[in-house]
């Protein structure tokens, strides 16, 4: 009997990896969104609507903020008006330089001032389109700075989204973990909010240790995020 332990103990001294296998570390998290983003205003205008309230969803591609657009709509046809006309000038100088009535200096200003009237036209429909601030992805209001009315300035923040359909976890673990951490590690997470288990992998390990708490930080993406699980939530990640 002795010799059965005593061989059985040399097993798993020149085995810990056997051991280790089966011992599950834990380590805190939090859920964070793929998509998130502000939403600033491009233009100098009134806001007109604001479709979508805090906490209401969105697809992408809805208009989550409409601008008074009057002031470049105007815009954009008088220089549709210019366009014409220099195009006009460039056929009817075109046409008398093939009678040689004109040089080909005259030809070559009125090519330009059409070129120059066609960018001013693009810059005019950028501003038209810029009037509706569209959602980039699908997802949810999470802040608004904005009302209908309101006078809003260049590059003013209006409004923050948040995607919903793909969240990752951010977690800081102990350096030491580093020696058997690897990308594509299947993990769980412990949703403390929901009590929901999700499956989760580790997609990204971080370049540095903290010098002070020797712990790194490593971000894990979920294979798939149910209802009720939103981002800001605390998870327990589970390795195996």
Known sequence: MKKYLSLFLLVIFFMPGAVCAA????????????????????L????????????EAFKKGDTLIQLDCRLFNAQLEKVDAEAKAAR????????????????????????????KVQAERLMAQ?????????????????????HPFEIVQQRQALMKIVGHERLEADIIV??????WLAINKTIVLQVEET??????????IGPSVD???????IRATIKKVPAKVLPGMSVVAEFR
């Open 23 to 42: 011992v599950q570390e834990n380590a805190r998290g939090i859920l964070v969104a793929v998509h998130q983003a502000t939403l600033s205003s491009e």
């Open 44 to 55: 100098a205008a009134k806001v007109i609507a604001v479709p979508k309230q805090m906490g």
């Open 88 to 115: 006009a000038k460039l056929d009817n100088v075109q046409q008398l330089n093939r009678l040689n009535s004109i040089g080909t200096l005259d030809v070559a200003i009125a090519e330009a001032d059409l070129q």
């Open 126 to 146: 950028l501003n038209v389109a810029r009037c509706d601030i569209k959602a980039p992805f699908s997802g949810s209001v999470e802040q608004l700075d904005i």
């Open 174 to 179: 102990p350096a030491q973990w580093m020696t």
């Open 195 to 204: 009590k929901q288990r999700l499956q989760a992998v580790i997609s990204h």
């Open 211 to 217: 010098p002070t708490s020797q712990t790194i930080q």
